[in-house]
Each structure stands twice: as C-alpha cells, then as structure tokens.
C-alpha cells in the first residue's frame, strides 16, 4: 500500500529520489560477538558466516522474493505484510539462527512492520518499520529473533492461531528463568535434530 511521496533533492550531488513509502514487514537480526569474527586470528569464522548468508540464506530469501540488506553485523530483511510471507520469513529464520549457531555463530533480532522506502540503486533504506525492528531487537534480552505483539492481531485471530499456523517455530512461554515478554522464534526443536545433546547444551 503506498503511503505517500516525497521529493529529495540535494544541490551538491543534484540527485532526486522519489521516496514512496510502503507497509512491509521488517526482520532486523544482529550478529552479537562479530567483531571477534573480524579480528579472530583466522578468517575462516567469518568465512563461515558469509558463506552460509550469500549463498543459501540469500536463495531461501529469492525463493520467497524477499529482499535483504547486509548492513556491517546486520541482517535486514524486508517483505509485504501478509500471513503466508509472515510464516515464510519465520521458516527463513529459523533455519538461519540453527545454521548460524552450528558455525558458533549466534544471533539476536526483532521483526516488526510499518512504513519502508528501499532504492537499491542509491543504496538507500529508511522508514519506521526498520526503527520499529531495530528498537524491538534491543528488547530480546538473550539471543533469541522475537516478534512485535502487534503483528497477532494484525496477520491473526489470535496468538494461538499464530503458535498452531506456525508448526511449533513461534512461540510465547519463554525458558524458565525468564519472564514472558514477546512472541519469538524457536529454532532449538530443530537445533536438537542435527546438534550432539551434550553440544547443544
């Protein structure tokens, strides 16, 4: 849906940019500990890392046409507001947080909607929907993708149609020491799949 438009305009690059917005939903995911990727004696951890995100990640996402941006120690990904795109990027998401955390490589995000204009041409992304996703990821707490309360009855009847339509990949009850706060992404019942159980725990 488009909301409105702008026009941009600087004198000194004379560039315009017709800046539209649009309702999409928002994933921001952080790399926690990436700059010890960076500096760690052997290249081969952050290898690991862009190996996995431009080759697979990035055709799970063309498979759905979801677009994403590599922003430093940051994965954004952006797609219109529907209930079969929500599940899609729920699926996508989990598979990163289980593939990642195989390379030892974990991870912490935020997924919310709102407004968004991308120009891939100019290199340009900006909109409340990446504020809303970037502020919601600063609330996870512990590594964990967790989920604006808002997007339940915006996509759903409820939060149990969510956790059913969802195939066990979100859920709301947390680990026993923490408290309830936001739906999230449980990529661990998949993790146990392909992980020892002593290196998993």
Avoid: C
């Amino acid at each position: 849906m488009l909301f409105r438009s702008v026009l941009a305009y600087t004198k000194e690059s004379r560039w315009f940019m017709n800046i539209i917005y649009e309702d999409k939903i928002v994933a921001f995911v952080d790399v926690l500990g990436f700059s010890k990727l960076v500096y760690s004696e052997s290249n081969e951890p952050i290898q690991r890392y862009f190996d996995y995100v431009l080759k697979e990640f990035a055709g799970d996402l063309k498979h759905y046409q979801f677009q994403f941006h590599l922003i430093s120690d940051s994965i954004v990904v952006h797609l219109p507001i529907t209930k079969q795109n929500f599940e899609a990027l729920a699926r996508t998401l989990v598979k990163l947080q289980m593939k990642l955390i195989t390379r030892g490589i974990i991870v912490r995000g935020g997924i919310s909607f709102g407004k968004l204009f991308v120009d891939n041409a100019k290199n340009v992304i900006v909109g409340s929907a990446l504020i809303n996703a970037f502020q919601l990821e600063a609330k996870a707490n512990y590594p964990r993708i967790i989920i604006d309360r808002r997007i339940i009855p915006l996509l759903y009847k409820n939060s149990i149609e969510m956790i059913k339509n969802n195939y066990g990949r979100v859920v709301i009850t947390p680990p026993a020491m923490f408290q309830p706060d936001y739906p999230y992404l449980n990529y661990t019942y998949k993790l146990a799949i392909v992980m020892q159980a002593q290196k998993l725990k």
